[in-house]
């Protein structure tokens, strides 16, 4: 009871957003008609990918096209049998640029989902956690949750001893992982017993929304009349957003705070998105690949939302219309969930646009332009940043690129979570200038260091001329010597030979 | 890009709230003053927004009258200020408030200072003679007669008295039962709660510079402080609590340094009070904490101290 | 006036000595502003290297927006060093270049690797050279010296960059 109140006290910062949009129904819907498959070659992350395939070439379901740059060990995996259309020709919109994509033109139109379900006989324990490991590299399992991070990378963590399956999507009106839960609950608790098997983790723990009671209900029972799910644990955080982040849910749940510069991992936590769970429990048991996800399709004016599951890589046109929404009523397309998700950039080809692998969500006719007047110093929002900052200043701050100011020391903090732009009276994007605060004082730090390294360089190459000369010199006089040595000795030969001839 | 959800507050609207809220003071006001009341909110009203946009297109800046910020200065001022002076004071006081404490920083929302109590502070110190005078609430005077009043410096005197705060500087203990300025204040007081309701202001500037005031009193004058009830209904702190010290633009951010920054204006207006010349210095204790705020805001700003086990 | 007069000479002994000793010695000042130099080396500002340039502008020779590859930044904080006027940058800064060797083309003359600042070039006499493209700064000081003109400029990829936020939009 008293820990219970004590929990209660760690205040999780954050609003309750209701938008006034209808969510998706909870059945998952599955595309049947694809008609290309782009792939950007760079991803919401930064990274930047190349193409490990030409044009013309024929790829298989699976087949790896496409590497990061940056070699993280990301890769892109064709979803479907077909032709490598173009490369680099045709410019895919993300949200806030437009990049080169690959472009696959399948096959065949129809899209086959290798719908695997658990069967109660199989025995997951005896699963070899080698094997385990060694199929979620294969298949390039990511987290679907948006961080994009290697599974794989994260199982490899030093000393990981809880497992975390994240179900609390505080995007509002999203609900997809809430689809997921009640459609593959079975799949998500053996991917979860998966992973702790690989991690040599000690508990696995599903975490919720408080306000989603059935769901709570349906699990724990299921949990309960299932043996081998015996010891699962269910928590709950607030139904406010940003509670989902996982910083959020490690602070309210498990009472562990991380700096900026740590990760879950940092301190024996495995945190994984509930879909990802799903993924390695395919790869694990039917050696497959991650090709899809689900993700929710709603908006304004739409009349029936649906969660959809398709191929990652397919495009927005086919998903519009397989939903039978007309393309010629759609405004705005914005990728992502409401809060944290961006917009396609305006006037490109819906064609091209397509769904990414941390993209959550396709939200439809929300954009509203807004006009931005003057920040007033109200302080809304150092009231709603969940972590503390002081947003009005920061912007002054960065807006007069005075990197320094106290205010922006701790901007890694900031995790963009669109609070501070959700509150804004005078409708400032605060998180576009502190995205750009971070990209400068990145940059700086990394210019400062290459100054350093490259002066290195230049003493190094100063002292090396100068040694250079003094050797050169040397070996001059060196010489000199000899050859007076040498002249030396030839007179004293000759004088000699004229003494003994004499 | 903006995020597509935004809250449906913006600032104008805020602004526009704060009017309302300021309307039934307003309205009481020109009701005891009579004509003169209109004429002296007219004028300054007039000269804020001519003012505004005059030396915004001379120093072109960015202004828009919509967004109220002037208006509420010269609102702010009218309730401030007496009813009995001259056309010319009131000119001036706006003027000054506009171009010296906003449209010279860059105009809306760039100003360190509280523009109202910038162009207050300008005529108390210019026009002293005419501050500490107070007319007796009489609202018979007919059209005429006070346009003549309004437009010349003659007839004042002999229709002033000294405000019931002077008159307690001067002769401690007789408390007038003027029972206007009260009601004023208790409407003010009204509008303030209805914005506090509104979410509008935050609660934390009434409630610490109530906090200053009383300590205040407390140590220099204990026998007003024992009356600082009537203290309240009788004074400016009222109005400075509810819709001076609210001000966005020159206060600070922080609760912390909110909290300070407002007990300080209480505290300090007090002082200036008991060991100055002018009989309030609520309009002294706002600028001298105006200038400092963007200090306490860094002072207390430790941003996020995550503690690692 | 004889006071007067005392009191001028007094002045201006003290005046004297005040600059002799309480001057911040031009050296500290040479370092300070390398400090702020990116270290290029590139010899765009028209001095052999960052040091130069540094005791240039200490000496107040040089203006303190010849720093190519510095930009704003550099000049910002030169400015506020010295308390001179923030001025705009001489040359516009370039989008980050590296330089390859042609290496079909290259008689080994060993011209570039003398001239290279960091030293990124690699090579013998009668050798082929190659640029170590990790420590090139796109200087383009071996362009010029190469007798075969056998090194090209070739342009980074630049990576996405999030655009300043604007509020008045006048």
Redesign the interface.
Known sequence: MLKKLLKQNIKTKGLQIKPGLKAASLDIAQISDINSLVYPLEDAKLNTYIPTVSIGDKVKKGQVIAEAENAHGLKILAALDGVIETIDEVKAPLPQKITPALIIKPDNKKYWFDDVFFNIDVKLDEYPKEMIFEKIVQANIQGLGGGLFLSAKKILGSNIEHIVLNAVECEPILNCDEAVLYNYLAEVLAGGIFLKNAAKAKTITIVLKENKKDLINHISHFVKNNEQFNGINLATVPDLYPSGAEKEILKHVFNTKLTSAQHATDHGFLMQNVMTCVSIFRAVTCDLPQLERVFSVFGKNIESPTNLVAPIGVTVEDILAFLKIDSNKVDSIRIGGLMMGEDIVKGTSRKHSALLKSSNGIILNTYEDKEVSECINCGECVKACPVDLVPNKMFKAAQADDFNSSYLKNLSECMNCNLCNYVCPSNIDLVGMFKYAKQQKAMIQEEQKRAEYINNLTQKKIERTKFEKQEKERIKQERKLARQKRLEEKQKKEQETNETTA | ???????K??????MFEVIISLIPAILYKVYIFGWLGAFSLITLIATALITEKALSKILQI?S?LG?YSSLITAILLFLALNCNMHAFIYIMASLVAIGLGKIVYG????NIFNPAMVGWCFVMISFPQYMTKHIDYNNSINFIDSLRVFFSFYNIDSLTQATPLTQYKHDQGLFDSNCMIATLNILTLIGGLYLIAKRVI?YIFPLFISLGVIVALFTFDYELFAASSLFFLYGPIILAAFYIITD??S?P???KS?MVYSFMIGFVSILIAKLGVFPIGVAFAVLLMNSINFIL??VF?K??N???? | MIYLFLLILTIAILLLIADKFLKTSENELVTKINDILPQTQCGQCDYPGCKPYAEAVANGEAEINKCQPGGERVIKELAELLGREVLDPAKEKKTPQVVVIDEDKCIGCTKCIQVCPPDCIIGAVKKMHTVVEKDCTGCELCIEVCPVDCIDIVQLKQSFKYKKVKVNID
């Open positions: 890009m903006k995020p597509l959800l935004s809250l507050n913006d600032t104008h609207k805020i960015k828009d967004d105009g809306f929302a760039k935050s966005p633009v206060s951010s922080l609760v909110q805001d860094k700003n941003g996020v995550y503690e690692t086990k």
